[in-house]
């Protein structure tokens, strides 16, 4: 059966304003476990410099740990999250970033702005109907060639999650999906992939990651 996802922008927003502080304190060496998403970030950040450089943005940054290590790989990482508690925790922990208020249904961000985009795991709460929209704000705001990295759950189903992080109450849908369904939304969004694979780690039982980048022969708009 199809969730009902109405309104699911506010309970992400009020389910992660809810939880920010624990889901700080829980998450936060989860990278430190995990040695193939360190790589893959490695690799992406390699991939930006061969690019020249220039601003990547973390969308849907959460408590900014994604982007504190990016910044660390030498890359001029920003966050961007729906919840104002995330980024208070996020500017908290990491004082010398930038991270903005802001959704990836509405990315505040000028065309051909940024050199690369992590999605990092913050795809997982949008419904299908809206992945297309989304992946055109991404495919906006990259400049021609630049490197888009997504994780998200594999599976095929979308369950509610009603607690988490300490248990805390949350209202959120958590839609895991193959990486053939992630590819060819990006290919249809006007993005080559360049590399995926599947894996398990401390961030996921079963994870996807995707490397893409926005083609260069196509039109922005």
Not at 59 to 83: M, N, Y
Not at 145 to 161: I, Q, T, W
Request: charged residues 25%; aromatic residues 6%.
């Amino acid at each position: 059966m199809k969730p009902n996802t109405d309104g699911w922008l506010d309970d992400t927003r009020t389910s992660y304003d809810t939880v920010a502080a624990s889901y700080a304190d829980l998450t936060r060496h989860i990278l430190d476990e995990s040695p193939e998403e360190r790589a893959v970030l490695a690799l992406f950040a390699d991939l930006v410099r061969a690019q020249g450089g220039g601003q990547v943005a973390d969308v849907g940054c959460g408590t900014g740990r994604v982007t504190a290590h990016l910044r660390q790989l030498g890359v001029d990482a920003f966050g961007i999250d729906l919840s104002p508690g995330m980024i208070e925790v996020a500017r908290r922990d990491n004082p010398d970033l930038r991270f903005d208020l802001g959704s990836m249904t509405d990315l505040a961000l000028a065309d051909a702005s940024v050199t690369g985009l992590v999605a990092w795991y913050s795809l997982i709460h949008v419904p299908d109907d809206e992945i297309k929209s989304v992946l055109a704000h991404f495919k906006r705001v990259l400049r021609a060639g630049g490197p888009l990295l997504l994780s998200f759950h594999v599976g095929d189903e979308a369950r509610l999650k009603t607690e988490g992080y300490g248990g805390h109450p949350m209202k959120v849908h958590v839609h895991r999906r193959q990486n053939a369904q992630l590819i060819t939304w990006l290919n249809d969004a006007g993005f080559t992939v360049e590399s995926h694979r599947t894996l398990t780690s401390a961030e996921s039982k079963l994870g996807g990651m995707i490397l893409a980048r926005r083609r260069a022969t196509d039109v922005q708009g």
